[in-house]
């Protein structure tokens, strides 16, 4: 069989061929991108043997993320509801990145700084004061800052912005460096990977029996986590699963040519239109992102290229300067109330680790937990209860 390679990388990680003993599993991880692989790495370390199925790992909108672990501006007045998840979820990063991060030569780090959060013109300066106010009044660390100490803090930016807040709780992780650790973290905690789409579920009565692959075969387990993210699964049914969404998310990569530019998250909104700027280690900008419903479409169009770099010098106008590398879209996946859910199915032995939306490298650590603690038959975190489905 041919090897997967990590989907759009340069990455020289290859995945472990199936041994024929993959053909039976005890869970089987439906779905690679940073939830189901966080969802692998957690059950493979509380001694499950873990199959994970999907014909490019590591790929998809989890290859294109941000990165920004965003407890804090990820929490609108919409997820209000969502203020202890959020930051139950971003606490569980340090204990996930030492988890990550054993024996590795290069760790993944979290950046530091936390994110500047920048209102451009006097209506967007308006606007983010409705806003940190209400993250005032639900909790959540907001600070606002006066020029001289935005200069200070952050150099480079635009002379006219009009407003300035530092969120100190909401650093980033470069997402590409985050998926190559967790697929060899994956591989050396011998998950197995089976590059094949899930076709169907077998099931006796109320129970799994088994997941149907369209390579022809049927991987046969008690136990499967649907992490599919904006993947359309009705047809591996019948289950009980929310109906999911995709939701386009355009960004583009700008390289360093005289070092970094930045060294702290930016969140702008400029002309009332959100756009970030993430800083990775290695000196690239990351800026981002469009949110469009188009369906499957994952095509880049020439508009959404050309905002993101119309708002972002807005911001920082020395990426001018920069080298354009790439710009790629992502699908995140939707629920209707953009709630994730992660829950026990009506199918027995089936868990669902769905709808991260926004959030799936910020959420992937704690829900990677909750799924293994259903399937364990205790509780998920209560955060995650309560949706009605
Ligand atoms: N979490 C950032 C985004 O979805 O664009």
Redesign the pocket.
């Known amino acids: 069989m041919d090897l997967p390679q990590l989907a759009g990388s340069s990455a020289d990680v290859r995945l472990l061929p199936p041994s024929t003993s993959a053909r039976r599993t005890d869970v089987a991880v439906v779905g690679g991108g940073v939830i189901g692989l966080s969802t692998a790495l957690e059950l493979a370390t509380r001694d499950q043997r873990v199959t994970v199925i999907d014909p490019h790992p590591a790929g998809g909108a989890s290859w294109v ?2 990165g ?1 672990l ?1 407890a804090t501006l ?1 929490t609108g007045f919409a997820e209000v509801d969502d203020v202890e998840l959020h930051l139950a979820a971003r606490q569980a990063w340090e204990p996930f990145l030492e988890l990550l991060n054993a024996g590795r030569a290069a760790p993944v780090s979290m950046s530091q700084g936390g994110t500047f959060l920048l209102g451009a013109d006097a209506s967007d300066a308006r606007e983010l004061d409705r806003l940190t106010g209400f993250m005032a009044s639900v909790g959540l660390e907001v600070a606002r800052c006066d020029p001289s100490e935005l200069d200070e803090q952050v150099p480079g930016l635009s002379p006219g912005i009009r407003a300035g807040f530092h969120v100190p709780g909401d650093p980033s992780v470069d997402n590409r460096q985050v998926m190559v650790a967790l697929l060899e973290r994956c591989q050396e905690a011998s998950v197995q990977f089976i590059a094949a789409t899930a076709t169907s579920m077998r099931r006796s009565g109320d129970w799994l029996e088994g997941i149907e692959l369209d390579d022809g075969t049927t991987l046969r387990t008690g136990a499967a986590v649907l992490a599919t993210g904006a993947v359309d699964t009705a047809g591996l049914g019948p289950h009980d699963a929310p109906a999911i969404r995709p939701v386009k ?1 355009t960004i583009v990569r700008l390289g360093p040519r005289r070092g970094p530019i930045l060294d702290v998250v930016l969140r702008g909104l400029v002309r009332g239109r959100m756009c ?1 700027l993430v800083p990775r280690p290695d000196g690239c900008l990351a800026i ?2 469009t ?1 469009e419903e188009r369906g499957y479409d994952t095509s880049v169009d020439a508009l959404s290229v050309f905002s993101l770099l119309e708002d972002a010098r807005a911001l920082l106008p020395g990426i001018d300067d920069l080298e354009f590398l790439e710009a790629s879209s992502g699908l ?1 996946p939707a629920t209707t109330d953009h709630r994730p859910v992660v829950c026990a199915s009506t199918v027995r032995g089936l868990v669902f680790n769905l709808g991260h ?3 799936g490298f910020l959420m992937a650590p704690l829900a990677a937990q909750s799924v293994a603690e259903l399937l364990e038959g205790r509780r998920a975190h209560p955060g995650f209860e309560g949706k009605e489905r």
């Open positions: 993320a941000g920004m965003g990820e998310g970030y981002g992102a949110t995140r939306y926004r959030n």
